[in-house]
């Protein structure tokens, strides 16, 4: 029961920002630095405090390595504080699918929108947006997909 009511809530913080950074193309960094605190305490609570501060490192990190090699051009600190958020709730291995989700799907529908012609070159997309859907593949295939890579990879 406890992490349906912890799920959902992240959900609606999770497309409250994406929403956001649709819109704004900004995410406030404040929530997100409280909704990482309040993710990883649950997870501290429920036992997956290692695997969840193996998330926080590899979402963070990604993302972070991304914006400071652009110079903030590809994205912002904003995704950085939200990888963190998602590595805490997703844990590991779930935070690699969600990566994977969120560049796999996230490309897809860019080039969708430039063919389109809603968005062209030199215009920044909202990444918060592909990081909710990655999210919420991870949280719907997340097992399923770290199987197939294990099995991929001659892991298991």
């Given at each position: 029961?406890l992490?349906?009511?912890?799920?959902?809530?992240?959900?609606?913080?999770?497309?409250?920002?994406?929403?956001?950074?649709?819109?704004?193309?900004?995410?406030?960094?404040?929530?997100m630095?409280?909704?990482?605190?309040?993710?990883?305490?649950?997870?501290?609570?429920?036992?997956?405090?290692?695997?969840?501060v193996?998330?926080?490192?590899?979402?963070?990190?990604?993302?972070?390595?991304?914006v400071?090699?652009?110079?903030?051009?590809?994205?912002?600190r904003?995704?950085?504080?939200?990888?963190?958020?998602?590595?805490?709730?997703?844990?590991w291995?779930?935070?690699?699918?969600m990566l994977?989700?969120?560049?796999?799907?996230?490309?897809?529908?860019?080039s969708?929108?430039?063919?389109?012609?809603?968005?062209?070159?030199?215009?920044?997309?909202?990444?918060?947006?592909?990081?909710?859907i990655?999210?919420v593949?991870?949280?719907?295939?997340?097992?399923?997909?770290?199987?197939?890579?294990?099995?991929?990879?001659?892991?298991?």
């Amino acid at each position: 029961m406890l992490f349906f009511v912890v799920s959902t809530i992240f959900l609606v913080y999770l497309f409250g920002l994406a929403l956001y950074d649709w819109n704004k193309k900004l995410l406030p960094v404040e929530p997100m630095v409280v909704a990482t605190v309040i993710v990883f305490l649950y997870q501290l609570i429920s036992g997956n405090v290692v695997s969840s501060v193996i998330g926080m490192m590899v979402g963070t990190g990604f993302i972070w390595l991304q914006v400071f090699v652009s110079r903030g051009k590809w994205m912002g600190r904003g995704d950085v504080w939200l990888a963190a958020s998602i590595g805490a709730f997703l844990a590991w291995p779930g935070t690699g699918v969600m990566l994977y989700l969120t560049y796999v799907v996230g490309g897809f529908i860019a080039s969708a929108l430039y063919m389109a012609g809603v968005y062209r070159r030199g215009i920044r997309i909202p990444f918060a947006p592909f990081l909710a859907i990655g999210t919420v593949g991870a949280m719907l295939w997340g097992v399923e997909i770290s199987g197939w890579f294990a099995r991929g990879f001659g892991i298991t």
